[in-house]
């Protein structure tokens, strides 16, 4: 298991932007596709966007396609999410993970802590 840890996230008005981070402890994300996800309260943890191992290829959901964009920093083995523009409806805890599909986000990695992202009208 690969422990990660997220950042950035915090309180934001409607139409703001906030970048996330995922780092991991002690270990190299560089070999590995990433994604990010979210959670809120009462709901599933919901698929918003991957990335393969070099940074190629990345898959969004539909309610963030064109207002987010995940990228990566290799030499320094983090992902990031690049949220703008963004909405109430994307207040929830934000996820990183390491995914074994990019286009489905099918993780096989325990869960870190997450970073809120609360976004106010």
């Known amino acids: 298991q690969v422990q990660l840890v997220e950042s950035g996230g915090g309180l934001v008005q409607t139409g703001g932007s906030l970048r996330l981070s995922c780092a991991a402890s002690?270990?190299?994300?560089?070999?590995?596709?990433m994604g990010w996800f979210r959670h809120t309260t009462g709901q599933e943890r919901e698929f918003v966007a991957t990335?393969?191992?070099?940074?190629?290829?990345?898959y969004y959901s539909y309610s963030v396609q064109g207002r987010f964009t995940i990228s990566r920093d290799n030499a320094q083995s983090i992902v990031y999410l690049q949220m703008n523009n963004l909405k109430p409806e994307d207040t929830a805890v934000y996820y990183c993970?390491?995914?074994?599909?990019?286009?489905?986000?099918?993780?096989?990695?325990?869960w870190g802590q997450g970073t809120q992202v609360t976004v106010s009208s």
């Open positions: 993970n390491i995914v074994n599909n990019l286009r489905t986000g099918r993780t096989y990695n325990s």
């Open positions: 002690g270990r190299t994300l560089s070999d590995y596709g």
């Open positions: 990335i393969s191992w070099d940074g190629v290829m990345s």
